[in-house]
Structure formats: C-alpha cells, structure tokens
C-alpha cells in the first residue's frame, strides 16, 4: 500500500507547528498503524531528519499510552480500537490520511503528536482513590460485594486514561474521564465512606485544569476505546448534585 | 564440562536467609529489623525507579509510613507502567475453594515449578504475603471478579490443581496496577511522593560504597539531572526485549539495571527467560512486538500441525488422520496444558522440522472446532470472547471458524540483580524489586505469579527491609556534593555526545533487531554450546558496528526518540553477551530453557543438582568478555528436588 500522510510537526510547546506531507511507501495491510508510523520513522532517521514523535508502550491497547487523531477521529475509524491495535487493512492503497495531536487547552502539545496528559493524574491525585494504607485492610471475603456492582466497577475501570474523550469533544471536557473513576469506586462498598468528597474535589480539580464543561453531546463515548459509556456521566451528575445538597455518608 | 573451566569464579554470595521453622522465619526476621521512629521518617528520601505494581506500591507504603520518595518513570504517567498489560490473574493461598490449597502447596508448587533454582525461605515469604495482597488490593476498590454471593471468584491457571488464582477479567494487571497507581496519587497528593514522569535513569550514584541518587535524563528537555537521596529502588521491570520481539511493551528496557550492575551490583541468572507458547505469529520485519494471548485458551484449544512437511493446504483440508496432535502424542497424560516451556519447545520443533503453518512456517494451530461442537460458539465466546475479538483484531482472521495460529515469544525474565533476603543488592543501599530482581521464580515461573511477586515486594517486604537499612546508616546529605555525582553526570552526557556524534548508516532499531535475532536463534528456549558461542563471536561484532555506524538525528536538548531509543540498544547490546556467557556456563537443561547437551534418552530436559544447583551471580570487572561468577548455593529442606514429568 501507498498513502499520503499530512502530519503534524511541532518541535516543542513553544513552537508554532505546521502540517508536513510525507508519502509512505510498501506499506502491508498486516502492519499496525504505530508499525506503519515505524517504516516511517526509519526513513526519517537515515535521511538525517527527526521522527516523529508519538507515544506509545505496550501495543496491545491497554497502556493508554498512544492516540492522535486520523482524519479527524480519535484513534481513527475502527470503533473500540486504538492506534496501536488499528492495522493497515482498514485502509486503502492510495488513502490520504491527516494525523494530529490531541487539541485541547488542558493537554498542551509537547512534539509533534505527544501531549501533555498529566492533568488526569492530578485528577485521579485530587480523590480518585480509596484511603486504605497498606496493612489496614479486612480480610477480603468479609465484605461481599454484589456480582452486578463488582461488574458495573469493571466496566467503569476499564478506562485506560488515553485522552480520547477529551480530544473529541468539542468543550475539551474530560467528564467520561473523570466519571468513569467516580463509578467505578463509587458503586462498591469500599469506596462509600469517601463517596461525596470525592466526586467534588476530583469535578473541582478538573475544573480548574482548563478543561471545558460537560454539555452531554456524547463524542466522548463514541471514540472511548474501551467503550465507556455516557451512563457514567449521569452518575457522576447525580453523586456530584447529592454531594452539593447532602451532608455526611451521601444521607439528608 | 569444558566450559565451566574457563569462568572465573570468586567468592560464594550470601542470601542472608533467616534460618529456623520455614513458616516462622518472616516472622522472626520483621522483629529483629530495624525500625524508623515514625518522627525521622520524613527526615529520609528514597529514589523509586518505576512505578510498575513493585514500584508504585513501595513508593505508596513508603509514602504512607511518612518517607519522603522521588519516584521516576520514563512514561508519561506512572499509570502507563507494563504490568498493566498481565491478563490472567494473580496467584493467593487463600483456600477459599476447600479445594486442598494452603501456603505451604503455594511454596511447594512455585518452589517446583521454578525447577529448583530459587531460595526457599523466599518463596515461602511469597506464598505466606499473598494471602494479604488480596486483602489489601479489594480495600483500595480493585474490581475482582465476583460469584453471585458476592465473595470473590477464583480460577485454576497455568495447570495447577487448585483454584487459587484472583482475577478482573481479562485485565488483572490493569486493575492491580491501577490500584497501586491510585494509592501513590494519593501520596503525590499529600505531598510524601514526588512522581518525576518522562524521565530515564541514565546512571546510579554510588558514594563511599552505598547507592546514593540516580542520574536521569529529562526526556521532554534533555537535561542531565542528578537526585540524591538515602536509597535507591530499582523496579524497573525485566529485560526481556534483549531478543527485540517480545510481549513486553516497547520502552521496557535494561538501562537501570544494567547501569547499576556495571556500578557494582551482580547480575544473576541472566539467562533464565521464559518463553510463553500462546502468542500471536510474526507476520513480517516490520513486526514491532508480539502479542500474548492467555494461556487459559490450551484449557480448551487443541494444539496440531500438519503431519507432512511442507503441507501448504488451508486447515479445514486437511483432514484428521494427517494432522498431529503433537502435545497430546508426546505427553498424554497433561496434553495440551503441559507447562510453557514444554509447550513452547515442542511447537518450534514442530516448526524446526518444517511443519509450521502460516507466514514463514512460523506458528502451529491451537483449534477450537471440538470445543465449539461439545459446548457451542456461546459458551466459547463467554469463556474467550475478549481473546478471540482480539486475535481477530490482529489477524484478520476469525478463530470461530478456522483455527487460530501461535507461536511462543519472550514473555517474563526470571533472572535479574542479584539480591538477598531483604531485597538488597551486592551494593549497599540498592534495593530491586519485582521483575528487576532475579526473584522467587528460580528457572521458570508460574502462571499468575508475577504480580503476586511485585506487590509482595512493594506493599509488605520492602517497607520493613528498606526501614532497616535506613535506621542503620541514619539520613545523610543529599546536597549533591559528593564525590562521585559531577563524575556520573559527566558520564552519562559523555555518552549521549558519542551516540549523537557517530553519524552513520544504521538506525538503533535495526541494531535491535539483528541482536533479538541471534539471541532468539541462540540463546531462546533450546540452546547448545556451539550455537552460543557463535552469539558470543556475534555479540561484540555488532556492538562494535553499533558504536561505528550508528545513526541518531537530532540533538540532546528536545524531547528525541531516536537517542532514547540508541541509549537503551546500547544497553542491550552489553547485556546480551552476558546472558549469553551465562547460558553456555549452565550447562544443564532447567525451568524454561533446554540445553541440548543436557536431555534425558526420551529427549526430555535433564536438570544437573550435583553440578547447577545454585544462583549464578555475575560481577562486573570492566571487561564484557569476562565477568566473574559468585554462586550462591541452594539448599532445599523442605521441598525435595525431583525430575518434572508430564508424560
């Protein structure tokens, strides 16, 4: 395969940044978009230029490490994939594909497509935790937890904080973020005690980061790789609404 | 054997093992060490390098006893660490099934499993912490999976016969990491833990004797750091991408290791790999990695190849009676769960004689055609939906209707530093922790027992070892005037500077490659004396090239993947002749490596106690060619060395 790449060079956050056209040549449908960026790179190098500089890890779409747009989607075409688990085959010989970085105020460009994502870790730092110091906890099997809880946590926890979310909706929100954490500690027993701060400090948190609202359009979800979905974002609302108008343990 | 002749050998190394009852030995141990009054505490600072489930759950217990600790991970978020990528669970002597399990049969089955080449009194430790792990990751909210009662759901794994291992579905190590990862944001929050991401060690800092900082590059600036404090961690993962593909994320590396073994610290076992059998094949030289897929498929896949060399027919043509159930003709009575090894070595045979299937003949089918017509595509999917999604995601190809395609790949290192009972390494003040040390799992682990290891380390070892060194030596400086800082910096940039001044023709990723390609050739899971040593000719040969033909773009002072990725070759490059030295002086078949010299009449692995029963440690003397072995000896009191069978 043959295809025209328009990506976006920027050498650092101080940088203005451009579009630069490169053309990828003997590309094979077997090869993983990263992989493909890979053959890329090494021309690049062997002709004395400078990669272009992704981030990436694992390569099997759980590190949350990876993600740029392609053509204006969020890890590209494939639903529930990220860039490094999307091959080539989903595209055509001849393709014009435009990669860029996440956009959003709150994940400022550090080269090329790499971006600053440390705000969510100061989310997460902000409460986005349950407060048992090594040592202190109870023996497992003395709090049951129901099935269906334990698997609503699952499904929220899933989240592997690459920034799609964020890079796709148009406020820059980082809600599904952010929600998707305070589910998934927020439906099991152990996290009840710290329920009602938690859901305030991490919302104020993110707020004050830069990122943008939450005006429920659902971009967010449409793009989550791992398909978290907006009914999180009404939980966090709800706990957030709660937390605002009740005191103590979420009771009036 | 010859070989051995020509390995200079030095003093024997001390494991410091608490002697006494087995089960009482942690015990008398945690009480004679040193403790730190809880008002000094804040007074030491700890250098945490990696914030993998060993490095993130220390930094966040040393947090939370009041330490103060720096920890540096070369990501761009402690989160993104590769223990994160575990799928299949976590290993506990609960006994929650009355299924028969305890804490001795856990030590008793990694003891065996590990073919006899790891420390006892350890492994016991191991086995007794893992009962408190569970505990402890459920408080912090990690979502194991639940039976309709709501206690916890349990599976057996990796051939064990008892159900002892704890799981979030398909992404155990996710969510144990993400709870390791949440306590230290916890402790990034109140100010004990200092997290330093985008950043690589480089260099360690050894002053009068002890570990004492680190030198980091910061990898967005490409400023040359130093950071000082009372001790150094490393837990910074296995080397496993020395053989280029592997399981393992891109970044792994052996860079801290490998800097600090050459300050000093012995490296041990080097070549005790392991090699898991369920990976997705390579499909060409672009390949950049490979992919696990669970091993809980063998519980209902059927392994074959053709019986033919050569035979080039799609699958379903290929009818019964000329396909070879290879696993299930050699070894009846375990079949298609015998251990990984066993597995792995039999299917690149199958390969070597030129019945492999797919691109290059380099993968053997793994077929669910009985399992679906005995229980239907519904019950498949709900056991392996996820697995099988994903196989298809990669191949193209859907394992509901034609058999899916393995190969093995380099997966989990069981050799690393050198360290003793408590975790410290032959320099003073240097811990390792987690894959980074030559650990528990002697010549081969078990399923399921990695992460057990590295949260055993994090949350319940280090934080009693690490107080015991740091009540004897008391806080010291850490203004960075000491001797040896200026040195290692000077070294680390001097280093950088050559691989940016070299300009030629090869770009570190093709150095890689041709490096993982003799070690996979040489060094994987079968290997003999001959073939060593011409990796032994190769190795230098190419590093010298390296040094000669390297090509970097770009400078030192921006954020630059091409240097990061030259510095950690390098790195490899060395160790590689290691681990290749320290596999032709093994010269016995044992855990997840077969040496061909060492086989029993039936062509099975033969283990050689009267001449290998003991750790090797290796010294670093200035010259790569000529390392220098310490043994540590192995004494089994308890669990007594016998041949595995599987026949």
Known sequence: MNLTLDVWRQRHAGDQGRIV?????????????????DVVNEGLILGGDEPIAFDHDCREGICGMCGFMINGIAHGPERATTVCQLHMRHFRDGDSLTIEP?????????????????????????????????GSAPEANNIAVPKQDADSAMDAAACIGCGACVAACPNASAMLFTAAKVVHLGVLPQG?????????????????????????????????????????????????????VLTGNGRA | ????????????????????????????????????????????????????????????????????VDCFCYQDSPRRAHSIAAQGGINAAKNYRNDGDSIYRLFYDTVKGGDFRAREANVYRLAQISVEIIDQCVAQGVPFAREYGGLLDTRSFGGAQVSRTFYARGQTGQQLLLGAYQAMERQIGLGTVAMYPRHEMLELIVADGRARGIVTRDMVTGEIEAHMGDAVVLATGGYGNVFYLSTNAKGCNTTAIWRAHRKGAFFANPCFTQIHPTCIPVTGDHQSKLTLMSESLRNDGRVWVPKKMGDSRPPEQIPEAERDYFLERKYPSFGNLVPRDVASRAAKEACDQGRGVGPGGRGVYLDFAEAIARLGAGAIKERYGNLFDMYERITAENPYEAPMRIYPAVHYTMGGLW????????????????????????ANRLGASALMQGLADGYFILPYTLADYLAQVGPQPTDGNLAGVTEAMAEVGARVERLLAIDGDRTADSFHRELGQIMWDHCGMARNEAGLRKALDRIPELRDEFWRNLKVSGTNEELNPALEKAGR??????????????????????????????????????????????????????????????????AFEYVHPSQRSYK
């Not at chain 1, 830069?210 to 999180?232: L, Q, R, S, Y």
């Not at chain 2, 002749?5 to 608490?18: C, Y």
């Open chain 1, 21 to 37: 056209r490169y053309q990828a040549g003997g590309i094979s449908p077997d090869m993983s978009f990263l992989e493909m960026l």
């Open chain 1, 102 to 134: 996440w956009r959003a105020g709150a994940f400022p460009v550090v080269r090329d497509l790499i971006v600053d994502r440390s705000a969510f870790d100061r989310i997460i730092a902000a409460g986005g935790f349950i407060s048992a110091s090594t």
């Open chain 1, 192 to 244: 009840q005690p710290e329920r009602k701060g938690r859901v305030k400090a991490m919302v104020e948190t993110m707020d004050g980061l830069g990122f943008g609202h939450c005006t429920n359009i659902g971009e967010c979800a449409a793009v989550c790789p791992k398909e978290i979905g907006m009914d999180t974002i009404a939980f966090l609302n709800r706990d957030l609404a709660r937390s605002a």
């Open chain 2, 1 to 68: 054997m010859s070989t051995l002749l020509e390995t200079r050998t030095g003093s024997d190394l001390d494991g410091k093992t608490p002697t006494g009852p087995i089960e009482e030995r942690w015990d008398r141990h945690r009480f004679e060490l040193k403790l730190v009054n809880p008002a000094n505490r804040r007074r030491y600072r700890v250098i945490m390098v990696g914030s993998g489930l060993a490095g993130a759950s220390a930094a966040a217990s040393l947090g939370e006893l009041g330490y103060h």
């Open chain 2, 419 to 442: 360290v003793d009972y408590d975790l410290m390494s032959t320099v003073p003040g240097l811990f390792v922790t987690g894959e980074a040390n030559f650990s528990d799992h002697g």
């Open chain 2, 569 to 634: 070759v390098a790195d490899f490059l060395e160790l590689a002749e290691l681990t290749c030295i320290d596999a032709l002086h093994r010269g016995e078949s044992s855990g997840g490596h077969f040496r061909e010299e060492s086989q029993t009449p039936e062509g099975e692995a033969r283990r050689d106690d009267e001449h290998f029963s003991y750790v090797a440690g290796w010294e670093f003397t200035g010259v790569l060619s000529e390392p220098v072995l310490h043994k540590e000896p192995l």
